[in-house]
C-alpha cells in the first residue's frame, strides 16, 4: 500500500463514526428534536461496544451492544424531553456530562485490555486498483454500511410515507397532529434512532477505529457530528461528503507531523474544531441556505434574525 492509500483510507475510517452519528442526529432534527447529547451517547455506545465484544469475542455482538446502549441513550433523553417536557438544550448537555461519566465507570474495568481485530473486505481485483482500490474496495464492513445507511436515510426521508411524516412533524408539529399522526412517538423512535447510530458510531471507535476503550475516546465527535447536519443543510448526501472532510481535517495533525511540516501539534489538534466553528458561522450567515431545509420546530435555533 502507498503513502497516498494509506492517507486515503485513515480518512474514509476518521470519517466513518462522525457519519454514522450525524446521520442519526439529522434525522432527530428532521423530526423537530435537538439532541446535544450525541457525545455522551456516542461514550456510552464506545464502551458498550468495546464489553461486548471483548466479553464474547465476537465483533457482531460488539456493534450490537454499541447500538442497544446508545439507543437506551437516545430513549432516555427522549423521556425526559418529549415525556416529561424538559429543556432540550439543557438536557443534552446533561446527557453528554451523563454518558462520559457513565462510560467511564464502566470501562474501568476494561482500561488497558486488547481489543478485536475487525477483518477489513478485500474485494477480489477491485482492491488491486492502484490509489482507489484499498480505499474504496478494501475497507471493514462497517464502513460499507455507513454507505448503505446514508442511502437508506435519504431514501426514507424523500422517498417514503414515513419520511414524510418525519419531516412533517419537524416542520409544524401542530398541523401534523391535526392531520393525526402522533407527533411524540414519531419524535420518540426518531431519538431512539439517533442514539442507535451514535452508539454504532462509538462502538466503531472501539472496535475497528482504535480496538481499544480509553476514557473520554470520543473526543468531541459527538459534537462535530451535530455540527455537520447543519453543514450538510439536514441533507444525507451532504452530510456524507461533510464527514469525509472533518475526516481528512482530522488526520491532518498526524501526516503533518510524519512530513516534519513544523506546525505546533496543540494548533493541530484543535484544527478540526476550529474548522467546525467556522463553518457554522459561514453557514449561519446564508440564511437563505439555512432556510431551505431547516425544519421549522429548529429554525429558531439555526437561523438568525435579521
Known sequence: MTMVEGILLTIVTAATPLLFAALGELIAERSGVLNLGVEGMMAVGAVMGFAGGHITG??????????????????????????FAANQNASGIALTLFGLGLSGLIGNAYTGMPGLSVPR?????????????????????????????????WLFLFRTNGGLIVRA???????????????????????????ACAGLGGAYLSLVYTPQWTQAMTAGRGWIAIA?????????????VGALLFGGIS???LNAQAFGLGIPSQFL?????????IVLVLISRNQALLRINTPASLARTFVPDN
Open 121 to 153: 473486505v478485500h474485494i477480489p481485483l477491485l482492491s488491486d486498483i492502484p490509489l482507489i482500490g484499498a480505499p474504496i474496495f478494501g475497507e471493514d464492513p462497517l464502513v460499507y454500511l455507513a454507505v448503505a445507511l446514508t442511502i437508506a436515510v
Open 58 to 83: 465476537m465483533p457482531v455482538v460488539g456493534v450490537l451492544s454499541g447500538i442497544v446502549g446508545g439507543a437506551a441513550m437516545g430513549a432516555l433523553f427522549a423521556v425526559i424531553t418529549l415525556i
Open 228 to 240: 455537520l447536519v447543519v453543514f450538510g443543510t439536514w441533507l444525507p448526501i451532504r452530510v456524507a
Open 169 to 195: 412533524v419537524g416542520d409544524n408539529h401542530a398541523s401534523a397532529h391535526a392531520l393525526g399522526y402522533a407527533v411524540i412517538r414519531v419524535r420518540f423512535l426518531a431519538v431512539m434512532f439517533g442514539g
Open 251 to 253: 488526520i491532518l495533525q
Open 269 to 277: 489538534s484543535a484544527l478540526p474544531y476550529l474548522i467546525t466553528v
